[in-house]
């Protein structure tokens, strides 16, 4: 019986990554398309960058205004 109950949480953990990993890809090439740079988080997170705000703190430093909080 514990190799049954084995084979079907193994079944499962597949099932669920497989699900998780097309997301993954899915939301991936989204952020691809809008030019967003993707990196791996904590905690199976994923942290989406837009690199048109990194280019922000450096305008504003010039004009003298700080960013808000």
């Known amino acids: 019986m514990p190799h ?3 084979a079907r949480l193994a079944r499962l953990a597949r099932l669920a990554a497989r699900i998780r990993d097309s997301g993954l890809a899915r939301d991936e090439a989204a ?3 809008h030019g967003w740079h993707t990196a791996r988080g904590p905690a199976g997170t994923r942290i989406y960058r837009d690199p048109r ?3 922000l703190a450096p305008a504003q430093a010039e004009t003298g205004q700080r960013a808000a909080r």
């Open 4 to 6: 049954a109950i084995s």
């Open 31 to 33: 952020a691809a398309a």
């Open 53 to 55: 705000f990194d280019t």
